[in-house]
């Protein structure tokens, strides 16, 4: 597993710049453009069978995109924090394809993307994380948002 930091360099940057490049220039509407992916049977298989409430024809590319993300084996794992889940990315030719999406439970999320930020996951205040904090500025813990 490679964790990376999205303040570095790497394949996903300039993949990501192509995105735009080929996308947001060609689209000449005012109106926000929805870029969505093909989802692989494999992950819609794994979505209802994992329970994970998401509308694949809502899950858009920009969005997974910008999402905190570590690579394992030339795959892309975005996590997002809000729907609780990570997709599974692979860049095939020139499409995205979400290969697989896997549920994960809050506290593991936070983890993972701390690891991924550099930020010490035994230094922050996870009653912060989730809103609940009632020491304010007596907290002996750091309040971050991830």
Same mark, same amino acid.
């Given at each position: 597993?490679?964790?990376?930091?999205?303040?570095? #360099?790497?394949?996903?940057?300039?993949?990501?710049?192509?995105?735009?490049?080929? *996308?947001? #220039? #060609?689209?000449?509407?005012?109106?926000?453009?929805?870029?969505?992916?093909?989802?692989?049977? *494999?992950?819609?298989?794994?979505?209802?069978?994992?329970? !994970?409430?998401?509308?694949?024809?809502?899950?858009?590319?920009?969005?997974?995109?910008?999402?905190?993300?570590?690579?394992?084996?030339?795959?892309?794992?975005?996590?997002?924090?809000?729907?609780?889940?990570?997709?599974?990315?692979?860049?095939?030719?020139?499409?995205?394809?979400?290969?697989?999406?896997?549920?994960?439970?809050?506290?593991?999320?936070?983890?993972? !993307?701390?690891? !991924?930020?550099?930020?010490?996951?035994?230094?922050?205040?996870?009653?912060?994380?989730?809103?609940?904090?009632?020491?304010?500025?007596?907290?002996?813990?750091? *309040?971050?948002? !991830?």
């Amino acid at each position: 597993m490679t964790v990376t930091d999205k303040t570095s #360099h790497s394949f996903h940057d300039e993949t990501k710049a192509e995105f735009y490049n080929n *996308h947001n #220039h #060609h689209n000449h509407h005012n109106h926000k453009q929805h870029n969505h992916f093909e989802w692989s049977q *494999h992950a819609i298989e794994r979505k209802q069978q994992r329970e !994970i409430d998401l509308d694949p024809s809502m899950v858009d590319l920009e969005w997974v995109l910008s999402l905190p993300y570590y690579t394992n084996n030339g795959c892309y794992h975005y996590c997002d924090s809000k729907a609780g889940v990570t997709y599974y990315v692979r860049k095939e030719a020139d499409m995205y394809k979400l290969v697989t999406i896997i549920k994960r439970n809050p506290i593991a999320m936070a983890r993972r !993307i701390c690891e !991924i930020k550099g930020i010490n996951f035994n230094e922050i205040c996870r009653d912060n994380l989730f809103g609940n904090c009632k020491r304010g500025c007596s907290c002996k813990y750091k *309040h971050v948002d !991830i």
